[in-house]
């Protein structure tokens, strides 16, 4: 395929198993990160896609100091970022389009712990645009013979699918740090999905999005891996220690402690019942233990599987 040039913005984990992927395939990739000496309209200057993998808490901003910049009129955005804006509640997504509406938008997510991409392991990801043109050029940039690229026309419901699974993922943590047994797991990671899928139908996602690679495959990663750093955030407060204590030394981001936060905002002025979220809400904010946390959820009112 012809040579794009790639601006990625961040210079973490994630961004840099995405720079490393594309150069791997032969691109031009210029990276910005906050400290780094290269300026941000370099990065920007003529680039065929600009992706962002920076944290949730830098977009806005991000988008902001971009508005003044100047960039080509074919420049597509791709975004990596798994989290929810905590003013208005958005996804990344919908934030880059709203800022710039004549540009596609691609989101680009999957069950993706980098430390293992990193290391050429197998692994298969989602890039999901409503203009699917974009959306095939981002997945032939990525695609190798270890990174296998899906397309996707629900770039909602993919983003919500990689957003929504790290509070299951704290969940999860807390489950096996609490040795509560593979049946508990199963059940909760089940019943999480069901969370997600609720709230995603609430924000005009498509149901069968769940089920794949960005949200039932990215669930199974995250919910089963000590490399995910928001499953280590349950883990270690179910060995005693707090939020606190666990960020210090927690290697990034986990971006569910702020997620989980926002879409407790979100359901109650959508009414939508999210009781693992309320739950894991309840323990990162020190109001419940993960016992009582435990209790709490299996002590609901017993109810059909379905609503029917
Ligand atoms: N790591 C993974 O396995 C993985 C996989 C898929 C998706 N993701 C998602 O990708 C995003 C980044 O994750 P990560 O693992 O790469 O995190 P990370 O290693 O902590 O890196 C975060 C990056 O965001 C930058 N950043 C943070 N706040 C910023 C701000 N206000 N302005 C500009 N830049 C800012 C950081 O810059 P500084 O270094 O200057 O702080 C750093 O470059 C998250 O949303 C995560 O959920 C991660
Ligand atoms: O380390 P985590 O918990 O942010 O998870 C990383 C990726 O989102 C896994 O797909």
Not at 52 to 80: C, D, R
Not at 138 to 149: A, E, I, L, P
Not at 276 to 293: C, D, F, K, N, S
Request: glycine fraction near 10%; include cysteine; charge should be neutral.
């Amino acid at each position: 395929m012809q040579k794009t040039t790639i601006g990625i913005l961040g210079a973490g984990a994630w961004a840099m198993a995405l720079a490393n992927l594309a150069t791997d395939n032969g691109h031009e990739v210029r990276i910005w990160s906050r400290g780094g000496k290269v300026s941000l309209s370099a990065v920007l200057q003529n680039a065929d896609i600009i992706l962002s993998a920076i944290s949730m808490t830098g977009v806005s901003e991000i988008v902001s100091q971009m508005e003044f910049l100047p960039l080509s009129a074919k420049t597509i955005f791709v975004t990596a970022t798994k989290g929810l804006d905590p003013q208005t509640t958005c996804t990344p997504s919908q934030i880059w389009q709203g800022a710039f509406p004549d540009h596609p938008v691609v989101v680009l997510s999957g069950p993706n712990l980098s430390a293992e991409i990193r290391q050429s392991l197998p692994a298969a990801t989602v890039v999901a645009s409503k203009n699917q043109k974009a959306a095939q050029l981002v997945q032939q940039v990525f695609s190798s013979s270890c990174f296998r690229v899906y397309t996707n026309p629900d770039p909602i419901g993919v983003e919500l699918g990689g957003t929504l699974k790290n509070i299951m993922a704290i969940a999860a943590g807390v489950c096996d740090g609490l040795h509560l047994g593979t049946n508990a797991k199963a059940a909760l990671v089940t019943r999480g999905l069901t969370e997600m899928v609720r709230i995603g139908q609430n924000w005009g996602a498509k149901t069968e999005t769940f089920y794949g690679l960005s949200g039932l495959g990215d669930l199974l990663a995250t919910c089963n891996s000590p490399l995910s750093r928001n499953y280590q955030v349950g883990y270690q407060m179910a060995g005693g220690k707090t939020l606190v204590e666990v960020l210090a030394n927690l290697p990034g981001t986990a971006e569910g402690v702020n997620t989980c936060q926002v879409l407790i905002k979100r359901a109650q002025e959508h009414s939508i019942a999210i009781p693992i979220t309320e739950q894991v809400y309840a323990l990162l904010q020190g109001e419940v233990t993960p016992r009582q946390a435990l209790e709490e959820l299996m002590l609901r009112d017993i109810k059909p599987e379905y609503n029917c």
